[in-house]
């Protein structure tokens, strides 16, 4: 399994990091993303994934400024997004986006920074990994006028439903990257949206320390719990676990053009 979205470089995790990456390694998850949220935060994710712990998953990072981080973007976001991008651990741009739940920056703010992103994004020839929440129709908008056609992008933390599914997948070929919510109670509408697009169309995701999923809730998600998230998502198609994990996992590495391989331990 490869958990493409985990915040693991963040400080929730520093007093246990390396045991939790040793357990993500011994629950099968073979390759993780750190993902950047800012300038400083994206150095944090790029450091880690140059760091050495013994029995491990792969760690890669992504460099971007996430839309609530929008009104801090640097001037030279774009010179600073094109060196790290040279970084071969730095595979992919993100998390980017539109946030108009909280509006922490001003909303043509966040429609400029992430224009600009894309940009940068398709200039370097890297994947992105984008956070839309509640500005389906700008975000739709800005695609259509930056992102060339098939470019790989995939829509982080997918809490849609049926119609939004159909719209990433069909409309701009993105990929939905699934995580804890699915399992919740009151996430029927996920549920359908994933019936409807189908496997072909899903990687996973924990987003951890956040979205914990059931039965974990009320404490700290973390990459371990990939597995089940996609062993969930397997019993809801009526698909064994073993072929989700594995179509999953290749897609995600093809997506990301991840090059190393570790073989996952035995077990499940």
Known sequence: ?????AHVHGAEYESD??????????????????????VEDSRAAIALAHGRFD??????????????????????????????CSDPRVVAVGEIGLDYHYDHSPRETQQRVLRRQIRGAVAAAKPLVFH???????????????????YPGLIHCFTGGVEDAL?????????????????FKSAAGIRE????????????ETDCPYMTPVPHRGTRNEPAYVVEIAAFVAHLLGVPFERLAAESSARARAFFHLTNSVQSPSGR
């Open 1 to 5: 399994m490869i958990d493409t979205h």
């Open 17 to 38: 990091r390396a045991e939790v990456l040793r357990r993500a390694r011994a629950a099968g998850v073979e390759a993780i993303v750190a993902i950047g949220c800012d």
């Open 55 to 84: 029995e491990a998953p792969e760690l890669y990072a992504t460099f971007g400024i996430h839309p609530h981080e929008a009104k801090d973007a640097p001037d030279d976001l774009e010179a600073r997004l094109d060196a790290a």
């Open 132 to 150: 839309q929440r509640e500005a389906e129709s700008n975000f739709a908008e800005i695609l259509r006028e930056e992102l060339p056609a098939g």
């Open 167 to 183: 719209r990433w997948t069909g409309e701009f070929g993105l990929l939905l990257a699934i995580g804890g919510a699915v399992t």
């Open 193 to 204: 949206a994933v019936t409807a697009v189908g496997s072909e169309h899903l990687v996973f």
